[in-house]
């Protein structure tokens, strides 16, 4: 079993840029591949940027189309945590973002891969 919970979500203005984080628990973190979606109002849970551990210190990152250039996705192993950073955020970013534990040998991108989920944190972006 592992639960995530997600910080760093607010209200920001356009332009600026927030840090996300997740914490994981359990003893097998580095497992699974790790993930962030998003859900704005009225629209469904996409895909934004996603983490896997490759071998020691190393790591592969996918994103999406929107977030490639803008976001960065980290991971530490040691510390059970993931965290993202978005820049040059648009009001079009506001949702809630979920930090996503992903199946062993799973994508990162795929909603059905999905092994837990955390609770969610809000951000939100102003004009």
């Known amino acids: 079993q592992v639960q995530l919970v997600e910080s760093g979500g607010g209200l920001v203005q356009a332009g600026e840029s927030l840090r996300l984080s997740c914490v994981a628990s359990?003893?097998?973190?580095?497992?699974?591949?790790m993930a962030w979606f998003r859900q704005a109002p009225g629209k469904e849970r996409e895909f934004v940027a996603g983490?896997?551990?490759?071998?020691?210190?190393?790591?592969?990152?996918d994103y999406a189309d929107f977030a490639k250039g803008r976001c960065t996705v980290s991971r530490n192993n040691a510390r059970n945590t993931i965290s993202l950073v978005m820049h040059r955020l648009e009001v079009e970013d506001t949702a809630v973002y979920y930090c996503?534990?992903?199946?062993?040998?799973?994508?990162?991108?795929?909603?059905?891969?999905?092994?837990?989920w955390g609770q969610g944190t809000q951000v939100t972006v102003s004009s």
């Open positions: 359990g003893r097998t973190f580095n497992t699974f591949p």
């Open positions: 996503a534990a992903q199946r062993p040998g799973g994508s990162t991108r795929r909603l059905e891969d999905t092994s837990y």
């Open positions: 983490i896997t551990t490759i071998g020691i210190n190393t790591y592969s990152t």
